[in-house]
């Protein structure tokens, strides 16, 4: 009766829909179709019950039922008009039974989200019983992820609200986080007038990778809430599950400590260019909602220029040959004040920031400013420190003891490491070119989002890298933990992060996730050009990233 | 009491804005500020009248008194917060003056709209009187837009509204064609909370070159009218005048042609991804409200495989060398049925598009296709024609005189020129690479922005050329009428177009309209950062493109 499948097949019946990003590592699909009652459909916790869970199956049951059908730009790609009536004839042709509910288990009541966190998950959608089981409610809210893709919407039936939806969709992308009261009434009605389909399917699903990551950088241009919202919803639904928050950098200090609190007054751009640590618990609690963590990044020593308009102290002046002095440098590593400041800054944050790890930076360290100033080499002869690079060392080695304080592990950008830093054994190193020593590792320099092109297909290559591919013995490779997107920020605000992120980042989301041997990109540009189309449907504005075609929602 | 400034310097009392883009001819600004009367200011028009003028005078009065204030992201670039205090002691020292009107004159009733409009006009701002003069009312317009970015909200007192006025703007921008009914409302509230300024100028300003054009592509993605009118907007603010309209490709045909039905309703990606004559009049209507001519292209003979799906004949067959079909080719030459549907089609097309000119294309044409077809060789040597160069060169000459019958005017892509083929006089040559021979042309090939990248200041590149630098000698340089924009469409639809385009298509805008000595792109920077600001402020999601920073509409 089941059909072992590497790739999701189109269904009969479906606008398309359907198929599953990234791929899960086992699928086994029937032919038969399912009608999902829209008048009683519903998750069912079996045991287990958390607010964790319950919130997700209010949002779950919301995208399943409140967007637009599924289409896939792919399939129409080059023009003929989708040809809805062999479609309608196969379906005529299945058989359907209509489920009323998904039972979901979960194993275990520990709700830590880190590293170890298991998110595997085995999803049964077949007549008369459906089931999702995890171990975790992270795993589960995989499972979900997945069966909400499995579903669309049945073609012919939902013509009355083709544009009417459309119009719907239009005001709910715009509106995402102020729509909640219309949200009832357009239930009801979708389920008069719509039906909706799930493919019988089993499937069991784990990620290859723990670390999934996407960076974002609020320090070159602010990102409000609720594009950072946006974001995490976005990830949760490609099954990445680390944001990496890269805070602060030379350019603004929007993070509000209340600790040091003239680091935003004076950093930030201007006061509404600020998130508050209520901004930031709320992130943090929406995220986590999703199985994301939040890695917060605050990059030190260099890219500290902010730091220095409400403390000038905390940073070197840099000097030229003849003696004048040129402007503000690194953080200075000799006066005790700095580690004052990043103890109250790190502490204020283990409060704030929940996950076990904080990235440190210590990336493009501006040496030279150290040794030109006759303060820090007077401070160097007295503490017979022979050059600047010792000095990086005593000073990354202090910032990252007051992390370890702090009760955080750490992840460093790789320079740290090239440094000659000794680093802890819980240490992440996160690398820009090769594997580490002997560390942790994450992988980002292929994936660099930012330095794309308009008119470019980028994400073939995206999802073309092989993370073991970098170097290194097998040993090495183990350590490859995952990776990042990253899409840094000098030329992205709110009004293009969403388009140039995604759907890019979804490229590096598959090759996370998915096994070593799912490489081929023909295959996966349809489900790529669907799941873009599923963005579009859910609310989100993803480019077009496969060349000429259409999505119903466009 | 006048200084007469290459750049408009920022004003004292300013929240900055008052910076013209793209840079007038000749610019005398005074040191006083004036304030506009906020209850009583109007536009008054002297003697001439129009729907046109009258229209204009709303469209204006809203853009300045309903957009939250201009604020240059360049202005605090590197993170300094804005120095208010400064400004607002500046501020203290300068004399204000109410004024209530400015009256405008325009010369001529004649309002066709062509490349021989008169786009000049004189700006004086003064006290008691200001006056804005013009040969034609599109010359008006111009000068309308000038004032509008002259004009700021004062800094300080407009503090009520910062938050509200972003969340207010935030609706404006997702609703910029629903909101009419609010207008009244928010208006009266704004007069009585802010204080807007104008600076006190003398200017006299006309374009460099008469055709100031962007192209949009919706051949390969559908755009939608709203995301067509959000074009012609921000074509208006940077004082575009032609858009390039790539109606159909391969890919897809929206144009609804009711005389040819069956290239839309087979041809286009859905029906909902169509555009029905009246569509495109309303397109139209509002781009000439603006100011802004509409050049249709309908490319022929390639670039039509979606002709072919409502209208097989139309199209040539291709065979491999064993004789065996191998697909669609160009539009076939040979076929007087070919004519007949070009001219109906153009024919409706005349009566949808006033413009003197269509664009024809004629680019990319496979010969090879035609060479390989067997009844079109027989064809040939039926009619003594030696090679497919020929066959190209009456296809063309025929086509050409098509539309010449049709009353309009033709501009044609470089390579029907390259192909020998004869044009008219009033022909306009759309250049790939040099000048051409004799002809009028068109410059397009360093502004094409689809191959632009995400993390690239392209712009700078686009703001670097000169027309005139293209080769050709004096003679062929004098007959460069403009040149255009070009926004392909391969990866670009409604989610990322306006991010896409603007700003950079603003530096293609003050290339073409400004004095051939205005270069220097540093100079130029803070004035282009600020127009992408105002167009955030207008509503509209231009990307930042100048590096980090920031807008108060962020």
């Not at 003891?401 to 740290?416: H, K, N």
Request: hydrophobic share 40%.
């Amino acid at each position: 009766m089941f059909l072992l499948a590497a790739a999701l097949l189109l269904l009969p019946g479906f606008a398309q829909g359907g198929a599953v990003w990234p791929l899960p590592l086992t699928v086994a699909t029937g032919e038969k179709v399912l009608h999902l009652d829209v008048e009683r459909f519903h998750f069912k916790a079996i045991g287990y019950e958390s607010e964790l869970l319950s919130e997700a199956f209010k949002r779950y049951e919301e995208l399943i039922f409140d967007t637009p059908s599924h289409l896939a730009e792919e399939a129409l790609r080059g023009g003929a008009p989708a040809n809805t009536s062999a479609l309608a004839g196969a379906l005529g042709r299945s058989r359907h039974t209509r489920i009323k509910r998904l039972r979901v288990y979960v194993g275990s009541y520990d709700q830590s989200l880190n590293l170890q966190t298991d998110e595997s998950y085995t999803l049964s959608i077949a007549s008369p019983t459906s089931t999702l089981q995890a171990t975790t409610v992270f795993g589960a809210l995989r499972g979900l992820e997945t069966f909400s893709q499995l579903a669309g919407v049945e073609e012919g039936v939902d013509e009355e609200h083709g544009q009417q939806g459309l119009a719907k969709h239009k005001k709910h992308k715009h509106k995402r986080h102020e729509k909640k009261k219309h949200k009832k009434k357009k239930r009801r009605r979708r389920r008069s007038d719509s039906a909706f389909l799930v493919r019988v399917a089993s499937i069991w699903d784990a990620p290859r990778f723990a670390h999934r990551g996407l960076l974002l950088d609020t320090g070159r241009h602010f990102l409000p809430v609720s594009a950072l919202k946006d974001t995490l919803d976005a990830m949760a639904w490609a099954k990445l599950n680390v944001l990496h928050w890269h805070l602060v950098d030379d350019q603004s200090f929007p993070y509000a400590s209340e600790a040091l609190s003239r680091l935003a007054a004076a950093g930030a751009f201007s006061p509404a260019h600020t998130y508050s640590l209520d901004d930031v618990r709320g992130v943090v609690a929406y995220a986590r909602a999703r199985g994301i963590r939040i890695v917060p990044e605050f990059d030190t020593p260099g890219h500290t220029a902010s730091w220095g308009r409400g403390y000038p102290d905390l940073l070197t002046d840099c000097y030229n040959e003849s003696g004048a002095r040129t402007g503000a440098g690194p953080l200075d590593p000799t006066r005790n004040g700095t580690y004052g400041a990043l103890w109250r800054l790190l502490r204020e944050a283990a409060g704030v920031f929940p996950d076990a790890y904080v990235h440190l930076g210590g990336d493009e360290v501006d040496l030279a400013c150290w040794e030109s100033n006759p303060a820090i080499k007077q401070w160097m002869a007295q503490h017979n420190m022979r050059n600047v690079r010792a000095l990086l060392s005593m000073f990354e080695e202090r910032v990252l003891s007051l992390a370890a304080t702090a009760g955080r592990s750490y992840i460093v950008w790789q320079e740290v490491l090239d440094n000659g830093v000794r680093l802890r054994n819980d240490a992440v190193v996160h690398l820009r070119r090769v594997t580490g020593k002997g560390y942790r590792t994450l992988l980002s320099s292929p994936w660099y989002l930012n330095l794309g092109g308009f008119a470019t297909p980028d994400w073939e290559a995206y999802y073309g890298v092989e993370p073991t591919a970098f170097g290194g013995s097998s040993e090495q490779q183990q350590l490859i933990i995952g990776g990042e997107a990253c899409m840094w920020g000098e030329f992205v605000d709110a009004t293009n992060l969403i388009q140039q992120t995604w759907p890019r980042a979804n490229a590096v989301a598959e090759r996370l996730w998915s096994g070593k041997d799912i490489r081929d990109v023909d295959a996966a540009r349809p489900r790529y050009a669907e799941h873009r189309c599923r963005m579009l449907a859910r609310g989100l504005g993803a480019r077009p990233d496969t060349g000429p075609g259409f999505c119903p929602q466009d």
